[in-house]
């Protein structure tokens, strides 16, 4: 039984499930799907580390930003809207368009698909920053009252997704709530100011966890952006943790300390426009898109960024299969990434320790357009034929290294066996692991085949493996190099 204190959350451990699971479905809709449209530009990570926050707000390839785009004077979004729609046409006209459209949607095809892709958890945005929430809430918004959508799209999606066996968790942005305090970012000021306080903002995020915790028992609570100065804070975490058991909460929860509270919001836009202006002269290392560290959480959430090493902390990997997570109509099929890239993405993530989070948005209708869904089901189906080596895994000693040819590696262990993963074709039949102690090694099997591989140590000790002659075309080839595996020390590279 856990009680409201940072001290009684702080003992919870992350559960086995979410640790075994490695892959979810993270799904963006809302009345941004509507639009469905985002410019076409590089990731948000390389907007921000080039440009600065100002571009980034201004140019945002997250189409599921639009109500914030589009206010934007002489924006990408701005342009279409105004072209598009007319200069003066509201954003809350979506909101009869997506229920009507939502109303019909087949939400067992959407968990199918997931379940498809190889997802052992699915992640739905129950309310973005728009403020408009999927599901008949009971609690009215304090500016739009009610503001919800027509049909129980949190509850339907939830039951076809247990349905299949698969966990369900639900996303909410308890950081900002545009409607509430009108706000509009443009500067990186505003991320800062946007984000609501006070006890009636309070109130308000913090009824509607606890009727989704109540609800739906989700099994992720995925908060995003910050949470607002509030003692009480823990007293929700307690109640989450003791409503579902094996949960798990993320890391955008962090309050604003005593020092940000008693800044004046002109001092505030002072700093933002001098980060502005000597943008060019910041270490990258400070430039990236990151969430500051809470008082307590289950996992950390990056996003559009690997972590380059192995880390004891569990992770999780955001990223939509384009530049976008909500539907973009504007984005072409090279902005979307290929199955090859997506499951080596996949297999480097996992070798450090964490998951990944793989973001799609429906149309209003519910559908996913085929595009997006290509990759997931190549993973799906490299998943069913290597599940062995990535569910229930952990990192090894050695996470990634390289062929003697140069080839990528990473490896995993799944209970005693050890994996190595080879990321893309290699150049010849004959590769050299020279990160493995090959007098160790006793048989070496390609997973999805039956037959042993033949394999060779060297005077030196390097564990040479010969595959086979027709060997079969895939982003990752994986090797069972069985069990009492040891890595070479100094050789990992």
């Not at 709530?177 to 000021?189: E, I, M, S």
Request: include cysteine; charge should be neutral.
């Amino acid at each position: 039984m856990y009680v409201g204190t940072w001290e009684s959350v702080g003992t919870h451990r992350v559960p086995g499930w979410y640790d075994d699971a490695k892959l979810g479905i993270f799904i963006h809709w809302g009345l941004y799907s509507v639009p469905g449209w985002a410019p076409r530009v590089p990731d948000i990570q390389h907007l921000l580390i080039h440009d600065g926050p100002k571009r980034m707000l201004r140019e945002s390839p997250y189409a599921e930003w639009y109500r914030n785009s589009m206010q934007i004077k002489g924006s990408p979004t701005h342009e279409y809207h105004a072209r598009t729609y007319g200069e003066d046409y509201p954003y809350d006209n979506f909101v009869r368009t997506f229920n009507d459209a939502s109303s019909g949607a087949d939400l067992h095809a959407v968990a199918d698909l997931c379940q498809a892709a190889g997802a052992r958890y699915v992640v739905l945005t129950t309310k973005h920053h728009d403020g408009f929430a999927l599901w008949p809430s009971s609690i009215p918004h304090p500016v739009k009252g009610e503001y919800h959508a027509r049909r129980d799209l949190v509850g339907d999606l939830t039951d076809a997704v247990r349905a299949r066996r698969m966990r369900m968790g639900l996303y909410y942005s308890g950081g900002y709530d545009w409607p509430y305090n009108d706000a509009v970012l443009t500067t990186a000021a505003d991320a800062v100011l946007a984000a609501p306080q006070g006890p009636r903002y309070v109130e308000y995020v913090t009824a509607h966890y606890r009727e989704l915790i109540e609800r739906y028992a989700p099994s992720v609570l995925w908060n995003d952006i910050s949470w607002p100065k509030d003692p009480r804070l823990p007293e929700l975490f307690a109640h989450y943790y003791n409503t579902v058991e094996d949960g798990v909460i993320n890391d955008r929860w962090r309050e604003p300390d005593l020092a940000r509270t008693k800044l004046t919001d002109a001092v505030v836009r002072g700093a933002g426009a001098a980060a502005q202006a000597l943008w060019r002269f910041i270490p990258e290392r400070r430039k990236h898109l990151t969430f500051a560290t809470p008082k307590h959480y289950d996992f950390r959430t990056p996003e559009y960024e690997v972590l380059r090493t192995v880390t004891d902390r569990k992770w999780e990997l955001a990223q939509g299969v384009g530049h976008s997570f909500g539907a973009n109509r504007h984005e072409r099929p090279e902005d979307i990434i290929s199955e090859t890239d997506l499951i080596q993405r996949f297999c480097d993530v996992v070798s450090k320790n964490g998951n990944l989070l793989i973001g799609i948005g429906p149309r209003p209708d519910g559908t996913i357009p085929e595009t997006q869904q290509a990759p997931l089901r190549g993973l799906g189906a490299w998943l069913d034929v290597h599940a062995e080596a990535i569910y229930g895994s952990r990192p090894w000693v050695v996470t990634e290294s390289a062929a003697a040819d140069g080839t990528p590696l990473r490896f995993t262990k799944s209970g005693e066996g050890v994996y190595a993963l080879v990321m893309g074709m290699p150049q010849a039949r004959r590769i050299v692991l020279r990160a493995i102690d090959g007098t160790r090694v006793r048989r070496v099997r390609l997973v999805g085949a039956d037959a042993p591989l033949d394999f060779a140590v060297a005077p030196d000790g390097d564990l040479s493996v010969t595959l086979p002659e027709r060997l079969p075309m895939t982003a990752v080839t994986v090797l069972d190099l069985g069990t009492d595996v040891r890595a070479r020390v100094g050789r990992a590279e």
